[in-house]
């Protein structure tokens, strides 16, 4: 997978960081097109950052390397500056500007990033050791694919059978050359099919697959026809060599798709995929193999057996193709959930969905349990119960968000499900009252995060007074609030009195605090 801007940026600052949490930070974030985006993303990473507008566009302006900036309308990170050369990184590739050519395009403005020894990934070893397990998990599929292969290679003496031996080797690289094509196919980018696609001046893999003719009467692609045929061969061959001879005379079929593709490559295209001409050398290598092994031959043809291996070949490629739709819906859905998260983010959607919600009246006469900057315009109100479980999800969530930004303030009010619980919000109101805010909040942190504790061990840990007269005063505001709202569920969200409509996560909010409600 190509390293996005992100990803790029952070290998080149050195900071521990793992790709598939990065990549997967910089998708699904609502500015990952602009450098404020980026700028957000760096400050996740706990990375000083600043953008900076240089006014007299020179070689001498030049800030330090390396930073990220924008040539035309892409993002490249500039790595250094030497020798009459700006070298950058660009869409994952090292490129190198003269400095005129890069001066011409440059638009003066640099994200400069400043990371210390705190900079690094959030959970980032619980992530480090979730990545670790996916590429141990597929190595181990690659080898016990490998281990399967060999088995039934040595178990029916293949070995011994040269010619058949070479059609395996051949199938096994088809099979290869085929994934390349599909995968770059679906995703768009493969790094190694497109360094082999490169290898040709006049070659164009993308064209070719997205030409009008990649598909077989425009319901299923020709890598995807491909991959299914040589997989299929490689298990036929492996499973039952008995029926080699079938495979040797389905290729015959081939042959026309063969000098068909070149064709339309030379004189339709006029341009080449290697990777297309690589499947089809392989055919032609297959048929040869064939043809002079003696496979090749209608003598006691079995017209039953071939029937049987076709329908074979004809449910993998239907097996191979819902597979790949699947993949490709799958990551339509995705693209089409960034873009509804992006759209969500727009203030001016979020505060029209917002003002169409409930509305309730709420103040610090109603609890002053207050985290964050007392002086926000933007205000949270988290009504939340000590002993519900989800509540106790929402706090983690809401202590992300404090983390994030210093321009909002999270309220609290408590509810229980019984009297006999209500002991629990007098104690979390007196320990917000009798200690200090930082100390406070260690305090809910250990409340809403230990679900192995007993209430008790919690009272006696702290021994605060939860009858005095202050805690009481603060509680009975509590309980005034909610039966004047009506509000039971917990937790509800309120932001600025509004209820958090019901698409919107309270994760969003770390992105809308700007908006004017």
């Known amino acids: 997978m190509e390293n996005n801007l992100l990803t790029a940026f952070l290998k080149v600052l050195k900071v521990k960081h793992t790709n598939v949490y990065s990549?997967?930070?910089f998708e699904e974030h609502p500015?990952?097109?602009?450098?404020?985006?980026?700028?957000?993303?760096?400050?996740?990473y706990r990375i000083e950052n600043r953008g900076v507008r240089v006014k007299d566009i020179s070689i001498d302006n030049l800030p330090q390397t390396p930073f990220v900036t924008s040539i035309g309308k892409s993002f490249v990170i500039v790595l250094e500056i030497a020798n009459a050369e700006v070298k950058c990184l660009w869409n994952d590739k090292k490129i190198n500007f003269t400095i005129d050519s890069f001066l011409k395009e440059w638009n003066g403005i640099v994200l400069i990033a400043q990371p210390d020894d705190l900079s690094i990934e959030p959970n980032y070893s619980k992530n480090r050791r979730n990545e670790i397990f996916k590429r141990l998990s597929k190595s181990l599929l690659f080898l016990s694919a490998m281990?399967?292969?060999?088995?039934?290679?040595?178990?029916?003496?293949?070995?011994l059978n040269i010619k058949t031996?070479?059609?395996l080797i051949l199938s096994l690289i088809g099979v290869y050359i085929s994934f390349l094509l599909l995968s770059k196919e679906i995703n768009g980018y493969n790094r190694s099919a497109d360094y082999i696609c490169s290898m040709l001046k006049q070659g164009d893999c993308n064209n070719i697959l997205t030409s009008e003719y990649s598909q077989l009467l425009g319901l299923i692609s020709w890598a995807e026809i491909g991959f299914s045929y040589f997989v299929f061969n490689l298990l036929v061959i492996l499973l039952n060599p008995s029926w080699v001879r079938y495979l040797c005379i389905m290729n015959l079929f081939t042959l026309p798709y063969t000098f068909w593709s070149i064709w339309y490559q030379k004189y339709k295209m006029k341009t080449w995929c290697i990777l297309c001409l690589s499947v089809q050398c392989i055919l032609g290598s297959y048929f040869i193999t064939g043809l002079f092994s003696g496979y090749l031959t209608f003598v006691n043809f079995n017209f039953i057996g071939f029937g049987i291996v076709g329908c074979l070949f004809i449910f993998c490629i239907i097996i191979i193709n819902l597979l790949s739709t699947l993949y490709q819906q799958a990551k339509q859905k995705r693209i089409l959930t960034y873009k509804i998260n992006a759209l969500k983010i727009n203030e001016g959607v979020f505060v029209t969905l917002l003002k169409q919600q409930p509305y309730y009246s709420v103040s610090a006469d109603d609890s002053n349990i207050l985290f964050g900057n007392p002086d926000a315009k933007f205000k949270i109100t988290i009504f939340s119960n000590p002993h519900c479980s989800p509540c106790r999800k929402m706090h983690t969530r809401v202590k992300v968000l404090?983390?994030?930004?210093?321009?909002?303030?999270?309220?609290?009010?408590?509810s229980s499900f019984n009297e006999s619980l209500d002991i629990s919000n007098k104690f979390l109101c007196s320990v917000y009252i009798n200690k200090p805010i930082e100390v406070a909040s260690l305090i809910y942190d250990e409340w809403f995060s230990n679900v192995s504790h007993t209430s008790q061990e919690i009272f006696d840990k702290y021994k605060l007074d939860l009858e005095s007269v202050v805690v009481q005063e603060e509680f009975d505001r509590h309980i005034k609030w909610k039966k004047v709202t009506g509000i039971s569920a917990t937790p509800t969200i309120l932001v600025n009195g509004y209820q958090l409509p019901t698409h919107y996560a309270i994760e969003d909010l770390l992105y809308l605090t700007k908006a004017n409600i």
Not at 149 to 156: A, E, G, M, N
Not at 402 to 414: G, H, P, T
Request: aromatic share 24%; net charge negative; proline share 0%.
């Open 23 to 25: 990549q997967k930070y």
């Open 31 to 44: 500015y990952n097109n602009s450098l404020y985006g980026l700028s957000t993303m760096l400050t996740h």
């Open 147 to 159: 281990s399967f292969l060999l088995f039934f290679y040595i178990d029916y003496s293949i070995y």
């Open 165 to 167: 031996s070479i059609l």
């Open 402 to 414: 404090l983390e994030a930004r210093n321009d909002i303030s999270v309220q609290y009010i408590f």
